[in-house]
DNA sequence: CGCCCTTTTGAAGAAAATCAAGGGCAGTGG
DNA sequence: CCACTGCCCTTGATTTTCTTCAAAAGGGCG
């Protein structure tokens, strides 16, 4: 287990030196595996620690008072969080695992000596930030349709796991259950259901079992007006 | 016209020195005013200012494929926007003047210097831009029901205006028409009548002519199950 | 006074939630 | 090997929420 994915995304957003690269790649890590639907990390931690999935998926999970919960976020392979520790009293929100999920712990203090090195990681770890912000506008702004807003959640997914992926057919594992899905779009489980239904009988999208399948990426980027322009990612 | 604002509201969520303060007020700006609802930065704009707002509210606009629009943030005095400038190639977004409204245009360039000088300054700016993420998560944590989700809305606006103030009933200008109010929550200007007339029917809230009055704080929260700590105010 | 913009109110329709009941499938235990 | 059980997924019927369409009422300003 390495910090390969983690790197990966750094370099897809900025171009990183040799050196900076190994930098990054030598980080002193622990690899931690959290079985699904437990919780990676607690709402109210406050970590010492950068956190990394290397492997699995994660998701930011908000409570409502009423108990029932939202999805905010996923955490793909590479993708990290706890940077908020260098001023926050507290994590704010929990983040539980999806599927089984790997996550490294860098020690704070190692990372930001890494960082400080390096205009080109800073700028990395901003723009980072940046994007994760994008995708919650574009949440908001998408939550008009929900067949769209399903639509849109796959393409999210798709664009992010496969940023330079130039075909147009997809087949991927896709743990998220229906509840799940629902949680992050905002809409029942019933519902995402029906909306599934109607992407299959459109021949846009089927989840049968964990596995997504995209028959015709650019048609279900068409149906739900999705961009990947605003992730940010050179291709 | 001075920076004030900007400062306030940065040592409002870290304690800055006498010397950070004056370095801070002694930016060199350009103050410039837009009218209500005229673009104050336009969408693709790759800005070399940091903006500030000094008076009135601004608004962050997203438009969707069909032409409608969604609201997904406020920029109110104090608040700034153009720091993606710094690694980003463009404005993914509009900001638009709620209300008419001045903003200060500082060269990033100075800037920079200045936050180069401080990490209290730098971990103010970082806990800033968390603050907005986290209240992009509570608008899609919050959109259940409308009537709450104005409700919330008011409650936000009203703590970010009124941070320090104990006291119970507020009576402030708040320059959003109705169908501004609905880009913000997600629901049709005709909805939102209908919501206010709820939240004035029960006492909770009452919006006359651009002026909110709240006669009782606490139950306007508790109904929109407001809780203030997510946006990271020091009282 | 008349015009335009915003708010208000009504009625009908669409979208999604809720309530409820089966169905498939994997894992477990007899 | 088969029945049992639990977890999802699927489907139907009903109700609620919000949208859409439409029209009228108030208010500021030339």
Redesign the interface.
Known sequence: MSLQPFVAKLSAS?DLSQSEVSALSALPFIAKTTAQDRNAISKGERPTFLYVVLEGWAG?Y?V??DG?R?I??FLLPGDFCGI?A????AL??GITALSTCTVARIDLADFQAVVSTSRSIE??I??A??T???I??????N??DAARTVAHLFCEIDARLHAGDSTNKRNFHFPLKQEQIGDAV?ITPVHVNRMLATLRRKGLATLVKRTLTIPDVQALRKEA?FDP??L?TRS
Chains 1, 2 share one sequence.
Request: charged content about 25%; aromatic content about 10%; glycine content about 6%.
């Open positions: 900025v930011r908000d409502r008072p029932s939202r905010t976020g908020h260098t001023c926050y009293a704010d929100h700028r990395a901003w723009q930030k940046l994760e912000e994008a919650l506008r574009m949440w908001l702004l939550s008009v905002g007006s322009a605003y940010h």
